[in-house]
C-alpha cells in the first residue's frame, strides 16, 4: 500500500485565483457607454461587470473604485467621442467658423445613431441621489479646461480684431458652453437634429462679429 502521505507531497498545488486577462481599453469603453447612458448614480456595479465582462472583485482589483472607473471613462469620452468638435474648432481659421462648426460637430455626436444621446459631461451625474463630490468635481473640471479653451481663443479674437471690441469674452464664453450645455439636454429629451441645427444657426446670429 502506497505511503498516503507521499501521494499527497507529489499531487500539483491548488490554484490560486487569479483575475482575468482583458484588454483594458476594450472594457472600459464597455463602462464608457453604461455611465454615458445612466449617469454614475443610475449605473450599479453589477451593470458595469455584466457591460464589461468581469467580476465585481476584478473591476475593484483593476480600477481601484467606481468613482475612479468613472474618472478613466470620461477621459475616454474626451479622447474619443468628444474629441471631433473641439478638433474642429481649434483648427477654424476665424472664431465664428470655430464657434459654428463647435456647435454642430457636437450636434453631430448628440445625435449618432447606435449611442446615447446626450453629453456624459453635462448628465454624467444624472440620477435621483447626488452623486458623490469626486464625480462632480472630474466633470466640473473637464467642463473647466474645456471653458478656459473657448475662453482663450475668443480673447485672441477680440485681439485680432475679429469680435466686437466692447465684447465680454467671458459672458461669450459661458453663453456658448451654456448653449452647448442645453445641446445636451435637448437631444437627451429626444429633441430632432433638424430643431437643433436650426437653433444654432439663430444663436450664431447673434455672433458679435466685428465685419
Not at 36 to 43: A, P, R
Not at 52 to 74: D, Q, R
Not at 75 to 94: G, H
Amino acid at each position: 500500500m502506497a505511503n498516503s502521505s507521499s501521494e499527497k507531497d507529489t499531487k500539483p498545488p491548488a490554484k490560486r485565483g487569479r483575475p482575468r486577462h482583458f484588454d483594458r481599453g476594450q472594457v472600459l469603453a464597455q463602462a464608457m457607454q453604461v455611465f454615458w447612458l445612466s449617469g454614475f448614480q443610475g449605473s450599479s456595479i453589477h451593470e458595469l461587470s455584466q457591460s464589461m465582462g468581469l467580476a465585481p472583485a476584478s473591476l475593484y482589483a483593476a480600477f481601484g473604485s467606481k468613482e475612479a472607473l468613472f474618472e478613466e471613462a470620461v477621459s475616454l469620452y474626451l479622447a474619443t467621442e468628444a474629441e471631433k468638435p473641439w478638433q474642429v474648432f481649434e483648427e477654424a481659421p476665424r472664431i465664428r467658423d470655430g464657434v459654428h462648426s463647435l456647435l454642430v460637430e457636437t450636434v453631430h455626436v448628440l445625435t449618432h445613431s447606435g449611442r446615447p444621446r446626450g453629453c456624459l459631461l453635462v448628465l454624467g451625474d444624472k440620477g435621483m441621489s447626488p452623486s458623490p463630490d469626486s464625480v462632480r468635481d472630474v466633470m466640473r473640471k473637464q467642463r473647466d479646461l474645456k471653458r478656459e479653451l473657448l475662453s482663450a481663443r475668443l480673447q485672441r479674437a477680440l485681439a485680432e480684431g475679429e469680435i466686437i471690441a466692447a465684447t465680454d469674452v467671458d459672458a461669450l464664453a459661458a453663453s456658448v458652453f451654456i448653449f452647448m450645455s442645453g445641446l445636451s439636454i435637448e437631444t437627451a429629451d429626444g429633441a430632432p437634429k433638424t430643431r437643433l441645427l436650426s437653433a444654432i444657426s439663430e444663436f450664431m446670429s447673434q455672433w458679435p462679429a466685428a465685419d
